[in-house]
């Protein structure tokens, strides 16, 4: 079964810095785009960031220059390098597969289960 | 950026009853367009992507259509397992958007 399974979530302060990363597995994880969209309390989804096959970056207005995006295909495990946090960034953050649904990246059919990033003094 | 609203906010219906949902967009985004369901303390579901094409394993019961700007995800005869939140999203333009959501809750 295809599975993403997010990990180093917690409580951090204000300024501070934490790393996500996204285990793959069962499924080629070289060969597709990822993503990781978050989802604050009692609100929405919010997309942060995508890295493609070859590792090209996208980021949301809001994170760029803060966060960033990689991958380590060689252990089938995405990142997500949050520097200079804010109150704002709380949130549950999913990773998510990309369909590549004709080439295009933006169709996310996978998702993990999610891990919670709390940013408070 | 653009921006998706989703209409209406709640919908409160009882199961066997069909759901009507809308999504629209403040400029075209051809039918680069996905719905996603929510339930609580869940990661969301791929239900439908390019406006009208069911995901792996999804029910026949959900359907989209819609093109341009306006959008609708249909689910016929309401299983309980269905209420939830519904989220569309479009993948024409950078930023990737997603709309408010619509919850869909028991009567």
């Known amino acids: 079964e295809v599975q993403l399974v997010e990990s180093g979530g917690g409580l951090v302060q204000p300024g501070g810095s934490l790393r996500l990363s996204c285990a793959a597995s069962e499924f ?4 597709y785009d990822m993503n990781w969209v978050r989802q604050a309390p009692g609100k929405g989804l ?24 990689s991958r380590d295909n060689s252990d089938n495990t995405l990142y997500l ?3 200079s946090l804010r ?13 590549g649904v004709r080439g295009i990246l933006g169709t996310l059919d996978i998702w993990g289960q999610g891990t919670m990033v709390t940013v408070s003094s | 950026e653009i921006v998706l609203t989703q209409s209406p906010a709640t919908l409160s219906l009882s ?3 069909r759901a009507t949902l809308s999504c629209r967009a403040t400029q075209s985004v051809g039918n680069y367009l996905a719905w996603y369901q929510q339930k609580v303390g869940q990661a ?3 239900l439908i992507y390019d406006a009208s094409n069911r995901a792996t394993g999804i029910p026949a019961r959900f359907s989209g259509s819609g093109s341009g700007t306006d959008f609708t995800l249909t689910i016929n005869s309401l299983e309980p397992e269905d209420f939830a939140v519904y989220y569309c999203q479009q993948r024409s333009h950078w930023p990737l958007t997603f709309g408010g959501g619509s919850k869909v809750e028991m009567k």
């Open chain 1, 28 to 31: 080629t994880f070289s060969s």
């Open chain 1, 46 to 69: 919010e997309w942060v960031s995508s890295i493609t096959s070859g590792g090209i970056t996208y980021y949301a207005d809001s994170v760029k220059g803060r966060f960033t995006t």
């Open chain 1, 81 to 83: 390098q949050m520097n």
């Open chain 1, 87 to 99: 109150g704002e960034d709380t949130a549950v953050y999913f990773c998510a597969k990309d369909g």
């Open chain 2, 15 to 17: 199961p066997g009853e």
């Open chain 2, 44 to 46: 969301p579901r791929l």
